[in-house]
């Protein structure tokens, strides 16, 4: 688990509810959520690439924006489930060989989630509480790219992958029913690969392919109204 979504959980989890109020407030409610993305693309050192010297790292992350909307309902407890679903993302990343230092692979993915997310709120008064979160679901991902240039195409794969989610915000009420939350959370999407290289390769054979394990590091910002 990554330890930037523990640091920032802990100090919510660690609250004592006999110190704060849960949230009283029950009902069904709509959100919108615009997302800071800091994408990445780990262990892509385990593509295979036979026969062709070491592995050269080159462009792993990625920033870029985002959106998702979400339907849930808040139990008057301190406690909100929701379903939520994050619009389409496209990210592009590289690595090579040190036998061939011009010609990159270009890892391209589309990346889309539905997920269920579980919300611990704690109230701190004047419209003011704090959040933890967790979240299970499913991320829908395209992986395929090229090596060198984009006539020498990986071929596409598409494949449904469990994620998780850990992360902590706080909420803020500026009329009633209406609440603005500001968050982060850690997004562990699993592993990904592309299909084999279509073109053809020093051994005249189609045995390279790319891999990466991707996760996200996610700032939040949304809107919620209970109806």
């Known amino acids: 688990m990554n330890m930037k979504a523990i640091v920032v959980a802990l100090p919510v989890v660690m609250i004592p509810a006999t110190v704060l109020a849960a949230n009283k407030e029950e009902g069904y409610y709509g959100s919108a959520k615009y997302l800071q993305i800091e994408q990445r693309a780990k262990e892509m050192d385990t593509s295979s690439r036979p026969g062709v ?6 462009k792993q992350k990625e920033h870029l924006g985002g959106a998702a909307i979400a339907a849930g309902y808040q139990f008057g407890n301190g406690w909100r489930t929701e379903g939520e679903y994050t619009f389409k993302q496209k990210t592009e990343y590289t690595n090579g060989s040190s036998a061939f230092p011009n010609g990159f692979d270009h890892l391209q ?7 269920l997310n579980v ?4 109230e701190l008064g004047h419209g003011v509480s704090v959040y933890g979160t967790a979240g299970l679901g499913v991320s829908r991902i395209k992986a395929g790219g090229w090596q060198g240039n984009p006539g020498r195409e990986y071929g596409s794969t598409t494949q449904n992958n469990l994620t998780y ?3 902590a915000g706080v909420s803020y009420t500026p009329v009633e029913r ?4 500001l968050g982060y959370r850690y997004i562990d999407m699993g592993k990904i690969e592309s299909g084999y290289n279509n073109y053809a390769n020093m051994r005249g054979l189609k045995d390279e392919q790319m891999k990466a394990h991707i996760v996200s590091n996610e700032f939040t910002l949304g809107m919620r109204y209970v109806f």
């Open 109 to 115: 993915t589309e990346t889309e989630r539905l997920m």
């Open 53 to 58: 010297g070491q592995f050269v790292g080159g």
């Open 119 to 122: 919300y611990r709120d704690y």
């Open 178 to 181: 209406l609440y603005v939350d």
């Open 165 to 167: 989610a850990l992360g």
